[in-house]
């Protein structure tokens, strides 16, 4: 069951396999290193079961990696140096100490504070000066080297490290609770993606641009957000309990600080989330209660791909319904292709994001001829041919032409809303009306904005 979970990653998103094998192998590890028998037999097979596990996770998805050609690497020099970049320059640390300081807040007290702990402990005080000072002198190299890091602007990659470098002995510790070695993993394990992307990105299309470390960020960083969440969730109610019974002057100014970043973290879900809906619909705030994602159409409205075309969604809801409600099996439904056009004389990109478009297939999951990443996701000469004929099955005014490649495309519905208006030719979109009179379409669903053919033939 474990090799099947993580397995599925690599077919889901591939970027988290390698983030998720290692708190895979290092469960295993941890909890054959805590077991009362532990030793280098046993530390041995926990290591051979994290590899088979991670053998086998690749096996059972063997067919997806038979036909999966990574749009990664490229350039020259060995392998490493193929697939990885080193990154010049640290993220703005300000920004970066915005997203990641409550965890580096919570972390760097719960194991400051455990390693303290230990430290008083009777059987610590018992093994004596003798084991003390090679920790010490540990504690100084690590603290010179983290100073170094961060005089050679790396300051991001050095606070990272403090808590990282604090954990390791707490997942050692036999002593220690599982849940708290559990927390010390994930803990670790957050904090070195963190630090790890600050140091390499992985090379993909993006290569040579401004955004070459974009995936890398914002892919590996959600597992990292989740990893340091579970472990400072954990950490936290220690923390609180701990501080609670702890003397007037230390206690009080750490929970006010751990409130206030608490609190602030809190603020985006309220005031940031309504900020960029009235960013992109300042004219129409969506209704409250409800978990229908559809919900805000009813009433938003929003300009592309310039001011004066002011696009209301509301058509494009009761449609979308419709087909939920009565379109079974998996048909083509042919909507706009994403995109450059022509609108108003000005060369424009049509997308899912501003635009608004493949709202057919990303709301109702029925297939389209295109999704917004194909080139990112598969080979250019897969992809050409295909986006080539979508945009001629909009734009053709040969009514057998148009015959041909509803054939070629599979299509099974055809979907003319306000967007597909607003990009093709009023002639090109009148064949559908010709190929319903004559049979060949049937109109299966119309408003104000859409108009839904069924094909028939």
Known sequence: MVALALGSLGAINTWDLPTYALLVGGAMLLAAWRAPASGIPMLA????????????????????????????????????????????????????????????????????????????????????????RPWLFVALLAG???????????????????????????????RAEPGSAFAALLLAL?????????????????????????NT?????????????????????????????????????????????LAGSLVFLFVGVRARVEDRFPNGSPPLGTLDATAYMDTAEYTWPNGERVLRPAGDRAALKWLLENVSGAPVVAEAPAGGYAVDGEEVGFDYYRAGGLRVASITGLPTFLGQHQYEQRPGEQIGPRASAARAFWTTTDIAEARRLMRELRVGYVYVGQLERLLFDADALRKFDILAEAGELRVVYQNDDVTIYEVTS
């Open 45 to 132: 097979g926990a290591a051979l079961s994290a590899v088979a596990a991670l053998a086998l996770s690749v096996a059972a998805y063997l067919p997806f990696y038979l036909n999966y050609q990574a749009q990664v690497g490229g350039g020259e020099g060995n392998v490493i140096a193929r697939f990885l970049g080193l990154v010049e320059t640290s993220s703005p640390f300000s920004k970066w100490l915005l997203i990641w300081g409550l965890f580096l807040f919570i972390g760097i007290s719960y194991t400051a504070m455990a390693l303290l702990k230990r430290g008083r402990s009777a059987e610590r005080a018992e093994m004596g000066q003798r084991r003390a």
């Open 144 to 174: 010179g080297a983290l100073a170094v890091l961060a005089a050679l602007g790396r300051p991001t990659v050095a606070l990272a490290a403090l808590p990282l470098l604090l954990a390791l002995p707490l997942i050692v510790d036999r």
């Open 190 to 214: 957050g904090l070195a993606v963190v630090a790890g992307i600050e140091v390499v990105y992985l090379r993909d299309f993006l290569e040579g641009g401004d955004w070459r470390r974009m």
């Open 217 to 261: 960020l914002f892919k590996f960083s959600v597992p990292a957000w989740l990893f340091l969440g579970l472990a400072s969730s954990y950490m936290l109610a220690r923390l609180w309990r701990l501080t609670s019974s702890a003397p007037a002057w230390l206690g009080v100014p750490w929970q006010a600080a751990a409130g206030f970043l």
